[in-house]
């Protein structure tokens, strides 16, 4: 089993619609985060956690809202779908410490007509 | 100014030669970097951390030049299955470049 999962896999949803991208994880990392991907902009980091406590904007959060339910589940919200959130997000686990890598999830396709 | 910027390509080159990527960082006091691996839509995946001097992996050499603030990707003898694209990204933010993206042609 993947040690970091993201649901769905894909969405197609309409414009002002809300949308809930769900990341689990049993790494058993503190940290998570939430990226999202469009051609040629590389990983834009939209939000992270440091624990079920922590909270911290990244460099897009504007039009999301997250929330870590648990240490392994860490949720992504789009209370009212536009278009130009089409993209291709993914969540990512990292344990604390300097040298530690983060983690990917397979990444959710979410369309937005 | 970005955090961490990168040259996006794409470069193509041929089976067997070097091919080196820099990725330039404005956080003078970052620590640690890491180099990723994307294939297409696919999740990154770590290819090498980077750390004072640099690493050493097989073909692959990466190393950090504080002075410049930047770190290098350096890939000998390149394959067809090298053709990806190279995410880096520093440990104080993990703000992650644009990405470079790497054909090797037969």
């Known amino acids: 089993d993947a040690d970091v999962t993201q649901t769905p896999r894909n969405r197609i949803t309409k414009t002002g619609k809300r949308i809930m991208l769900e990341c689990s994880q049993t790494k058993g990392h503190d940290r998570m985060y939430w990226y999202r991907q469009d051609p040629g902009l590389g990983l834009r980091l939209i939000y992270y956690?440091?624990?079920?406590?922590?909270?911290n904007k990244g460099e897009i959060s504007d039009g999301y809202s997250v929330s870590r339910q648990a240490q392994a589940k860490f949720s992504l919200s789009l209370e009212s779908a536009i278009p130009n959130q089409t993209a291709l997000y993914f969540c990512?686990?990292?344990?604390?410490?300097?040298?530690?890598?983060?983690?990917f999830g397979p990444g959710t396709r979410l369309t937005v007509l | 100014r970005k955090e961490v910027e990168q040259d996006p390509g794409p470069f193509n080159v041929p089976e067997g030669a070097t091919v080196a990527f820099n990725c330039t960082y404005s956080n003078s006091a970052s620590q640690s970097f890491f180099w990723y691996r994307q294939d297409c839509r696919k999740e990154p995946k770590l290819l090498m951390s980077v750390y004072s001097s640099g690493n050493e992996d097989g073909r692959f050499t990466a190393q950090l030049n504080r002075a410049s603030q930047y770190i290098s990707l350096l890939i000998r003898d390149s394959k067809l299955s090298d053709s990806a694209t190279y995410l880096c990204v520093s440990s104080d933010k993990f703000y992650f470049g644009s990405g470079t993206k790497l054909n090797v042609k037969p």
């Open positions: 990512a686990t990292r344990a604390t410490g300097a040298g530690n890598e983060q983690f």
């Open positions: 956690s440091f624990d079920v406590k922590d909270i």
